[in-house]
């Protein structure tokens, strides 16, 4: 799958059915080359104008399944405050 389709797919948590966004970018271990996080930028009032684009990090274990519109994440509610 090429990075561009993986930033077209809706990201779903599925502890509260919430929809978290679009995969903006990608951490991966420049060793192994395995991916180790999705990042989805937060939505923000007023289209972030008057504050700074904040983003949520999602740990690659965290991902359920990758479908062919949709990216199901499980994330608990501590780990979407930071």
């Given at each position: 799958?090429?990075?561009?389709?993986?930033?077209?797919?809706?990201?779903?948590?599925?502890?509260?059915?919430?929809?978290?966004?679009?995969?903006?970018?990608?951490?991966?271990?420049?060793?192994?080359?395995?991916?180790?996080?999705l990042v989805?930028?937060?939505?923000?009032?007023?289209?972030?104008?008057?504050?700074?684009?904040?983003?949520?990090?999602?740990?690659?274990?965290?991902?359920?399944?990758?479908?062919?519109?949709?990216?199901?994440?499980?994330?608990?509610?501590?780990?979407?405050?930071?």
């Amino acid at each position: 799958m090429r990075f561009s389709c993986l930033c077209e797919k809706t990201v779903i948590n599925v502890e509260d059915c919430c929809t978290l966004g679009h995969v903006a970018d990608i951490e991966f271990d420049e060793c192994s080359g395995c991916i180790c996080a999705l990042v989805v930028p937060e939505c923000s009032h007023f289209w972030g104008l008057f504050a700074p684009a904040k983003e949520l990090v999602i740990p690659w274990g965290q991902v359920v399944k990758i479908g062919p519109d949709i990216i199901l994440v499980k994330l608990c509610r501590e780990h979407k405050k930071h």
